[in-house]
């Protein structure tokens, strides 16, 4: 299995730049979730699913969307990038509310 | 408001030695919490889990306490090894929300 996969690794945008990150996990999990995390700060949740058509806004939303159409993928579109969200993203999942997290590897993003 | 705070910040131990980590919460009502390893460059692992009703759960040569009445909590790392470089995270789960509450974490350096 390869656990929670996101893609790019790595991505610069400019200013206004609008961009979609991955996320797609084989485990069926029904839970998934987006966290950004930056210097001096824990893991702040972006937004959140808890199965296939059903999303909602977590701590820090402005900026973001997500759609979740399969089980398995849980993409996060950047409308228009803006400086304040260079971070890096963490995708992560779960079977039930009371399981582990599994996290991917994150994408490092930066917004000039 | 809720909060996970953790310290030390950061800490540096020589190889073999023992340390122990620190996490206090002000997480109501409390669920669970979780300590996680995050590797430089990866996404966070998870360690532990403890419910209200556990005082102890290790994980080979990591043990965590728990303690509900005051509130805290430690991971004790025994006999560090030089892959015991990461930065440990606590996560505190509200049992009202099932929302997790992120530490900022503690950045580990063992030494040779």
């Known amino acids: 299995n390869a656990g929670v996969t996101q893609t790019p690794k790595f991505q610069v945008l400019k200013t206004g730049q609008s961009m979609t990150l991955q996320c797609a996990q084989d485990?069926?999990?029904?839970?998934m979730s987006w966290y950004r995390q930056d210097p001096g700060m824990g893991l702040r949740l972006i937004h959140y699913?808890?199965?296939?058509?059903?999303?909602d806004q977590g701590e820090v939303p402005n900026g973001y969307n997500v759609s979740r159409s399969t089980t398995e993928d849980f993409p996060l579109r950047l409308l228009s990038a803006a400086p304040s969200q260079t971070s890096v993203y963490f995708c992560?999942?779960?079977?039930?509310?009371?399981?582990?997290?599994?996290f991917g590897d994150g994408t490092r993003l930066s917004i000039l | 408001k809720n909060q996970v705070e953790q310290s030390p910040q950061s800490l540096i131990i020589l190889e073999g030695k023992n340390c122990t980590l620190q996490?206090?919460?002000?997480?109501?009502?409390?669920?669970?919490l979780r300590w996680y390893k995050q590797d430089t460059g990866r996404g966070p692992v998870s360690l532990t889990i403890?419910?209200?009703?556990?005082n102890t759960k290790s994980n080979g040569r990591y043990t965590a306490t728990l303690d509900a009445d005051t509130k805290q909590s430690s991971l004790h790392i025994t006999a560090s090894q030089l892959s015991d470089s990461a930065s440990y995270i606590c996560?505190?789960?509200?049992?009202?929300?099932?929302?997790?509450?992120f530490g900022t974490g503690t950045r580990l350096k063992v030494l040779a």
């Open positions: 996490c206090n919460y002000t997480v109501s009502p409390f669920s669970n």
């Open positions: 699913s808890v199965g296939a058509g059903i999303t």
């Open positions: 996560v505190v789960s509200d049992s009202g929300t099932y929302k997790y509450i």
């Open positions: 485990m069926n999990h029904e839970y």
């Open positions: 992560a999942s779960r079977y039930t509310q009371n399981q582990p997290q599994h």
């Open positions: 403890m419910t209200f009703s556990e």
